[in-house]
């Protein structure tokens, strides 16, 4: 059974990190992972709600929802940093979803990046010589942008005691030897 997805960001960092040490993984990451989310922002943005005079799209919803995650995670600056790229990418992705672009061209930009997107992932696990996170904890779907979130913000040196603790406990990141097998 798959640990609490209401840890603490440290502790979902720690974690997911630990099938995330190569350097090559973390950087189709940084591709893969957006386009995912992209892509979700897209094939979920046609499903549309409304509440009174709001409406509102299931991507939207979807967001605010794991925007309240994200800031409750216990690390401020991580979660708002998260939920701000995450909604930029759910307005990049929003015109894609419209109804008056025919159904084929919707499906084409939605499954087509949510597609790229997972091969940029397994081509990262690859080097990294491991599965990914998700397989053992369906909570690693969610960490994933947070991830990538955190690994851009330690890039600029901010949250470096974040940073130190997870090299502490998951080890600093390297470039696997393909040569031989994976730790």
Known sequence: MA??????ALDLMVQYARYHRDRRNIATHFIGIPLIVFAI???MGRAQFSLG???LSAAWLLWGLSTLWYLSRGALLLGAATAAVNGLLMALAAPLAD???STAHWLAWGLGSFVLGWIF???GHYYEGK???FVDDLVGLLVGPMFVVGEALFALGLQRGMLAE???QAGPTHLRDLTRPAA
């Open 41 to 43: 922002g897209v094939l």
């Open 131 to 133: 599965k990914p996170a």
């Open 99 to 101: 109804h008056s672009l």
């Open 53 to 55: 005079d709001l409406s």
């Open 121 to 123: 992932q397994f081509v």
């Open 3 to 8: 640990a609490s997805p209401f840890r603490p």
């Open 166 to 168: 997870i090299e502490r």
